[in-house]
C-alpha cells in the first residue's frame, strides 16, 4: 500500500519516474502467474492477472499521453525480460533475475530508441515535460491551498512559513531538469523495487514456488564486480576528457551507489542485529538523516566488498 501511495507525494512526484505505481506491479505479477503456471500452477490464477494486465495497459490514467505511452511500454519490457529470464534460468536467486531483467529491458528500449529517428530526443522532452506537469499541478495546488483562510492565519502567526514555503516551490521549480537528467537510473532503481514487491506478493497468492524467497536485508549481497559500474560512473563524471558521458556516469552513480548503499544497510543490520528500538531508530533517520545514513550505508556497502563484514564474528557486547 505504500508503495502504491508514497509516489503520490508531491516531493516524491518530482523524482519517482512512474507514479501509476500499479502500472508496473500489475504486468509484473502477471509475468510471474504465467511463469508459475508454466511451472504447474493453477490457469485460472495465470488468465486473471493476464486479463488485470491487459485492463492497467489499457485504461485511461491521469498524465501526459506521451509519458503514459512510454510508462506503458516500459512496464510491458520489464514483465516480459522478468518472464523469460525466469524462465531461462529457474534456479537462480531472485536480485540476479531481477538485475539481468531490467538490464535487458534497457538493452531492448535502448535498440528501439536508436532505431526511430530522434526518438531518443523525444523520450527526454517527454519525460521533462512530464515532470514539468507534476511541478505545476503541485504547485496549482498549493496556490489554492495559500488562498484559505486558514493557511493566511497562519502565516500571520508564523511569519517564516510563506518565506519557507516559497523557497520550497522554487527548489520545486528546479527538479525536473535533474530528474530528467537521472531518469534511466530512478527507473531502474523504481524498477527493481517493483520486482522485488511483486516477487513477494506472488508467493503470498500462489502455492507454486518459481524460485528461492526473499532474504532478509542482513543477508543483501550482489556479485562484487558490479563495483566496476561505481568506477565507472566516477570515471565519467570526474575525467574532463570524458564530459559527454558525464550524464551516463551520474546515473551510473546513482544506480550503483544506492545498490552499495542498500548493501550497506544490509551489514548495518546484521551487525546491530536490531530489534525493535534499533529498527525504528534507522526508519527515523531514514526519515529526518536520510543524506547522513545514506552516505555511511554506502560507505559501510563499499567495504564491505573487500572486506565482508559479515564472515566475521558479530560482536557479543
Known amino acids: 500500500m505504500a508503495f502504491v501511495l508514497v509516489p503520490i507525494v508531491p516531493l516524491v512526484r518530482v523524482v519517482v519516474p512512474v507514479e501509476q505505481s500499479l502500472l508496473l506491479i500489475v504486468p509484473a505479477l502477471a ?27 489499457t485504461t485511461h490514467l491521469p498524465g501526459t499521453p506521451s509519458f503514459l505511452a512510454l510508462s506503458r511500454g516500459w512496464a510491458l519490457l520489464l514483465a516480459a525480460s522478468f518472464g523469460v529470464v525466469s524462465i ?9 533475475r531481477a ?22 530526443a523525444r523520450i527526454e522532452t517527454t519525460v521533462r515535460g512530464e515532470y514539468t506537469r507534476r511541478v505545476d499541478a503541485w504547485l496549482a495546488d498549493w496556490d489554492a491551498v495559500a488562498q484559505t483562510r486558514e493557511w493566511q492565519q497562519l502565516t500571520r502567526d ?16 528546479e527538479m525536473p531538469p535533474v530528474s530528467a537528467r537521472l531518469f534511466p537510473s530512478l527507473l531502474a532503481l523504481e524498477s527493481l523495487a517493483v520486482l522485488a514487491l511483486v516477487w513477494g506478493l506472488f508467493h503470498r497468492v500462489s502455492r507454486v514456488r518459481i524460485g528461492p524467497p526473499l532474504a532478509p536485508l542482513r543477508e543483501f549481497r ?55 528500538m534499533m529498527v525504528t531508530l ?5 526519515i529526518f538523516m536520510w543524506p547522513l545514513l545514506g552516505v555511511f550505508a554506502l560507505g559501510v556497502g563499499l567495504g564491505d566488498t573487500w572486506l565482508d563484514w559479515r564472515s566475521r564474528p558479530r560482536p557479543t557486547t
Open 31 to 57: 509475468a510471474c502467474a504465467l511463469i508459475g503456471w508454466w511451472a504447474g500452477g493453477r490457469f485460472l490464477l495465470a488468465l486473471s492477472w493476464t486479463a488485470l494486465a491487459v485492463w492497467m495497459l
Open 88 to 96: 531461462m534460468s529457474p534456479g537462480r536467486p531472485f536480485f540476479p
Open 99 to 120: 538485475l539481468s531483467a531490467t538490464g535487458l529491458s534497457f538493452a531492448l528500449a535502448l535498440m528501439l530508441a536508436l532505431l526511430g529517428a530522434g526518438k531518443a
Open 158 to 173: 508564523n511569519p517564516g512559513m510563506d518565506t519557507l514555503a516559497q523557497e520550497s516551490a522554487d527548489r520545486l521549480k
Open 222 to 276: 550482489f556479485n562484487d564486480q558490479l563495483v566496476w559500474g561505481l568506477v565507472a560512473g566516477i570515471t565519467a563524471v570526474a575525467v574532463p576528457t570524458l564530459a559527454a558521458f558525464r550524464v551516463v556516469g551520474l546515473n551510473l552513480l546513482v544506480f550503483f551507489g544506492a545498490l552499495y548503499a542498500l548493501r550497506g544497510l544490509g551489514v548495518l543490520t546484521w551487525f546491530f542485529a536490531p530489534g525493535r
Open 282 to 286: 534507522m526508519i527515523a533517520l531514514a
